[in-house]
């Protein structure tokens, strides 16, 4: 029988044969405490991840509003421009062209119609009220089909004296407010006692906006 070693050389030999397995166990509970805390770091937030939420988009980011330069705004400031610019030029040349219409149409009725209305601006220009030969004007709307576009009215005079006489009359064409767009004066001469005459009243405006000739004036002198 081998005597038992003393005590303390016994308890030190177990410590020395115990302590590989204990290491192995002691790595082995840390290598899993680790995954663990792994696997809680992954799994354990209560947000839903990309992959079981299915994509997530970020939030629309506004445009920046500084790339809206002056240079993307000039080209549309000078078509704008060009615009304005063409109706301008379109207006004047629709003006221009009524009022060349006009002047043609009073030279082909009659050689003396500029020397006539003038005289009758003259006449009226001392005349209060309407004029003392408003009973013996009429006046009656001529057809633009006749008179190649132009706004013209036909004014009659009748003399119903026993002698010759020289008539003024003015016509104002107004637009639809009643405001007075244009003037013009319309005469004859010489007009023998009841005898009757017709003058035209011719518009030089366009044909927008639309315009109605009224008998302002009407003298016999």
Known sequence: MNPLPPLGKRRTTRRARRGPAVSAALTLAATVTAAAALVSCGSDDDSPSAESSGSVSERPTAPDASSFSEKTASPLKSQASEAAESARASASAAEASASERADEFEAS??????????????????????????????????????????????????????????FAVQVDFVDSSGKTVETRYVGTQDLAPGKRDQRYAISHEPPEPKLTAKLVKAQRY
């Not at 089909?145 to 004296?161: E, K, P, Q």
């Open 109 to 166: 009725v009659s050689a003396d119609t500029e020397r006539a209305n003038q005289a009758a601006k003259d006449a009226l220009k001392d005349v209060d009220g309407r004029g003392n030969a408003t009973a013996d004007v009429s006046m009656t709307g001529k057809p633009r089909a006749d008179t190649g576009g132009v706004l013209a009215s036909v004014v009659a005079f009748t003399n119903r004296t026993d002698k010759k006489a020289d």
